[in-house]
């Protein structure tokens, strides 16, 4: 029982480059979320998937897309890479059914933009 | 989602218990409060939750107000491993997904 990986664990991109950043629970969580975390700041909601088929923007969505691949994976990409996209990058995943349940996190994607 | 308040920073003596303060003071009445910890650069780990009872798990204990305007995030006997910073979340608790959205925290240091 992996829990939920993220790859690649560190990324360097130049301005204007796209890639994908892949995330995968092995829980059967129903909800995945997106966060990216700037230096000395706390993590900001940047799209979550509430069920398999369907995505919501969170606080900071703009330059994003995201993908729910399956119940298991949910997939973040940028399509033109800036430097303001410097960050790290968490993935998350949770079961609410009920009360909201507590959030299990990967370990983070370190992603540079030069 | 109501928003929370907690200082940006405390100390602890190892071995004491560490108490963290969260003020929450729009609640509203089917808003659970939640906390996490964020130790170094790592992703983010529950800790508890709760609604309007005190709880109490193998981590931590969590004191609400009778009003629920306020909550204590309780580390009985706090040790080197327990610096992180600490998250206060309130989260409504109907949606089938209802987004977290996490402040800037409380850095917690534990001296020797």
């Known amino acids: 029982n992996a829990g939920v990986t993220q790859t690649p664990k560190f990324q360097v991109l130049k301005t204007g480059q796209s890639m994908t950043l892949q995330c995968a629970q092995d829980?059967?969580?129903?909800?995945m979320y997106w966060y990216r975390q700037d230096p000395g700041m706390g993590l900001r909601l940047i799209y979550y998937?509430?069920?398999?088929?369907?995505?919501d923007k969170g606080e900071v969505p703009n330059g994003y897309n995201v993908s729910r691949l399956n119940k298991r994976e949910f997939s973040l990409r940028l399509e033109s890479a800036a430097p303001s996209q410097t960050s790290v990058y968490f993935c998350?995943?949770?079961?609410?059914?009920?009360?909201?349940?507590?959030?299990?996190f990967g370990p983070g994607t370190r992603l540079t933009v030069t | 989602d109501a928003k929370t308040t907690q200082p940006p920073s405390m100390d602890c003596a190892e071995g004491r218990a560490a108490n963290l303060p969260c003020n929450h003071s729009?609640?509203?009445?089917?808003?659970?409060v939640y906390w996490y910890r964020q130790i170094h650069s790592q992703g983010p780990q529950y800790i508890i939750h709760?609604?309007?009872n005190n709880e109490t798990n193998e981590m931590a204990s969590l004191i609400i107000t009778e009003d629920r305007k306020s909550s204590t995030l309780i580390l009985p006997h706090a040790t080197l491993r327990d610096t992180a910073v600490y998250y206060c979340?309130?989260?409504?608790?109907?949606?089938?997904?209802?987004?977290?959205?996490f402040g800037s925290g409380t850095r917690l240091s534990i001296r020797p």
């Open positions: 998350a995943s949770s079961e609410e059914t009920g009360p909201p349940g507590e959030q299990y």
């Open positions: 829980m059967n969580h129903n909800s």
């Open positions: 998937s509430a069920s398999e088929g369907t995505t």
């Open positions: 729009t609640i509203s009445g089917n808003e659970y």
């Open positions: 709760g609604l309007k």
């Open positions: 979340i309130v989260r409504f608790a109907g949606s089938s997904a209802s987004k977290i959205i």
